[in-house]
């Protein structure tokens, strides 16, 4: 499959349209049948297939690598070649004004970008950290390569390449969904870079393909994500990612990535979410936990449900998924230098549902490993 012509004519075309969110309320959203509450804690592309169609609020239309959507911070572009292909990878880089000597990674998960981490970069900034937020390859505002073989293996050299460009070496690695798993990874190759570790509401700490969840080919991962629209994001969010809670706030992300899907590469950035759909799915870090030899905070939200592939499981094994109490409790006692931190109401992404009590409890875990260790 090719999507040379795509990408191309979208990187000539795109322009910044003016963003217009429209919110779609709490009662609007969980008012769909049952099909679409089910596929809403699988995946943003299972809740708009499955769901009873709503019209797609015909929001912000963006670029292939979200060109016309603004982040916190001022955004850099790391060029290196891998795989034989030129490739950019975008990040912000915040230096603090006061500086404690400490640096951290902000590491996204798959539905969320750099610039979700906008309230976590300002905490810890002002906390005296050193702030690197990077899109990985794929996502967001970095290259969408046509052939890529993607790998948590390779995010991760991607990722220490960008921050030996940067001279740093020592960082606290924070990885959320996703970024969890990659930060895993990180830890795993780099451990005497990789001062803390930080999970907050990882994924990957279950085998989903072991467990009975079917294998959903590249293709068929293909037609799901050409499927997504703001309407399938907003309900599965509202959800898995904050407990069936919704705000406006939380409006600007569902664009975000609806805008994607909206614009002119609308073929490339689903082709790419098809390809790391499937290294998710395929690598799983569950069984390596107990090789981690640095400080771990776990920071769990215990009202999430995610499991990738969860609707395409029967009902039996859909049951046995996504029950992160237990989750955050095994990884916890698998992980040598662990400290659990459990949000009792809180969902997949604490930091976006409570930031108050999310920030606070990841300073004091980050105050408690000495910046020299």
Request: aromatic share 10%.
């Amino acid at each position: 499959m090719s999507f040379r012509r795509h990408s191309l004519l979208a990187l000539l075309s795109v322009c910044a349209w003016a963003a217009a969110s429209a919110v779609s309320s709490a009662s609007a959203a969980t008012s769909q049948n049952a099909a679409a509450a089910a596929a809403s804690e699988a995946s943003p592309a299972a809740a708009s297939a499955a769901a009873v169609p709503l019209a797609d609020s015909g929001g912000p239309a963006y670029g292939p690598e979200l060109q016309g959507f603004t982040y916190p911070a001022p955004v850099e572009r790391f060029e290196f070649t891998s795989q034989g292909v030129p490739l950019q990878m975008a990040y912000m880089d915040v230096e603090p004004a006061k500086p404690n000597g400490r640096t951290a990674v902000l590491l996204h998960g798959k539905n969320f970008c750099a610039a979700t981490w906008d309230a976590t970069i300002h905490r810890l900034s002002d906390a005296g950290y050193r702030v690197i937020a990077p899109d990985q390859i794929g996502f967001c505002k970095s290259s969408k390569p046509e052939h890529y073989q993607y790998s948590f293996q390779q995010l991760a050299r991607n990722t220490h390449a960008l921050l030996e460009s940067l001279g740093v070496s020592d960082v606290t690695m924070i990885g959320h969904s996703t970024g969890g798993m990659l930060a895993i990874r990180y830890a795993l190759m780099y451990p005497r870079e990789t001062q803390q570790l930080v999970l907050v509401n990882p994924i990957g700490l279950e085998d989903w393909k072991a467990k009975g969840v079917p294998s959903l080919s590249v293709d068929e991962w293909y037609e799901r994500e050409l499927k997504t629209s703001a309407d399938g994001i907003r309900r599965y969010e509202q959800a898995t990612y904050y407990a069936g809670q919704w705000r406006t706030n939380y409006e600007p992300w569902v664009q975000m990535l609806a805008g994607m899907y909206r614009g002119p590469g609308k073929q490339i950035v689903a082709w790419n979410s098809a390809l790391l759909y499937d290294m998710i799915y395929t690598q799983p870090v569950v069984y390596e936990l107990g090789q981690l030899s640095m400080p771990t905070l776990l920071l769990i939200g215990q009202k999430d449900t995610t499991a990738i592939g969860k609707d395409a499981a029967p009902p039996a094994v859909r049951a046995q998924l996504g029950h992160y109490p237990e989750l955050g409790k095994a990884a916890a006692k698998v992980i040598p230098h662990a400290t659990l931190v459990e949000f009792a109401e809180l969902g997949h992404a604490p930091q976006m549902q409570d930031p108050q009590a999310f920030h606070q409890a990841l300073l004091d875990g980050m105050a408690a490993v000495p910046a020299n260790r």
